[in-house]
């Protein structure tokens, strides 16, 4: 696990007793490498040697491209046509070849299943694949209790619900609530539980926090169902202001996707724990300059 770094839990910005978990520190600015990782050093001989496809809103196809160059394994990343650039830029710096298909996540991934089926090589989901929930939720989860000893709530953002999926895992059993949040125009996984069954198939919004769209697995679907305490969910201004927030108050660059959680404690959707410690997850800070300037721009001028 050398690519991963241990990364900051930052206390004070939003009280004493709430840290920010501040994976957007992480190499390649995301939580996503931890589960690339582990999925990587999965593959067998005849995986490494024939190369793997994946499908990526942008930062799980970052890090699995660092964690596949690491490795000598060659990649095939599809993003939404909508990905950032920045993004898309960070995969292909780390060698892998980015192929542009459709308008939303889950568009991309079909395209990326079926490339992978006509190669005839492993696909490496970005959340519905084992070894990317123990890396990217577990492992994290492990961390914070290592930092964090007197922790009692984790919030997180949800996409897929690999990242809260896998933080469960390991909190349930220790009953530390893990709380979820989605932007309220794209949330799978909110429906889900609501309705009951998983939404492998999903159409919602276009939102800022493109890391959280699209459907989800029934394996993140059972994790959630039978750990996560509840999904809280946050409008598009709401979000636009936690990235703000975030890099005016607490001192750091974190993309929409990241700052979820954030915004789900900022509009007191989520509370802090009443006893012990918070601990908030800053999922991934890689978003284009523009955009963070047309971001603070609007909270600046009050136009949000």
Excluded at 63 to 68: D, E, M, Q, R
Excluded at 260 to 272: L, R
Aim: proline residues 4%; charged residues 20%; glycine residues 12%.
């Amino acid at each position: 696990m050398g690519l991963v770094r241990v990364t900051p839990l930052l206390y004070g910005a939003l009280g004493p007793t709430v840290g920010l978990k501040l994976e957007n520190l992480q190499r390649t600015g995301s939580f996503k490498l931890r589960g690339a990782v582990r999925a990587v050093a999965s593959l067998s001989a005849a995986e490494r040697k024939g190369g793997v496809v994946s499908a990526s809103a942008g930062n799980h196809g970052a890090g699995l491209a660092l964690a596949c160059q690491e490795a000598g394994v060659p990649l095939a990343v599809v993003v939404p046509e909508g990905a950032p650039e920045v993004k898309r830029a960070a995969i292909a710096a780390a060698g892998a070849r980015v192929y542009l298909r459709g308008a939303t996540y889950d568009q991309a991934e079909a395209a990326a299943r079926e490339m992978a089926q006509q190669r005839k090589v492993r696909f490496v989901s970005a959340f519905d694949d084992e070894h990317v929930i123990e890396g990217n939720g577990s492992d994290l989860a492990r961390e914070i209790l290592q930092q964090a000893p007197a922790v009692a709530r984790v919030v997180a953002p949800v996409g897929g619900g690999g990242l809260a999926g896998g933080l469960a895992r390991v909190f349930g059993p220790r009953g530390v609530e893990v709380i979820g949040v989605q932007p309220e125009v794209n949330c799978a996984m909110y429906e889900s539980l609501r309705g009951g069954r998983a939404l492998t198939r999903y159409q919602g919004r276009p939102t800022l926090a493109e890391g959280c769209e699209g459907a989800v697995a029934e394996l993140t679907f059972d994790l959630a169902r039978r750990h996560v305490r509840e999904i809280a969910l946050v409008s598009e201004a709401a979000i636009r202001r936690a990235v703000a927030w975030l890099y005016r108050v607490a001192g750091t660059v974190a993309e929409p996707t990241g700052a979820v959680a954030v915004a789900g404690m900022m509009t007191a959707s989520v509370e802090p724990a009443a006893s012990g410690q918070t601990v908030v997850v800053v999922s991934g800070g890689n978003i284009d300059p523009g955009a963070l300037d047309r971001i603070l721009h609007t909270e600046l001028v009050g136009t949000s």
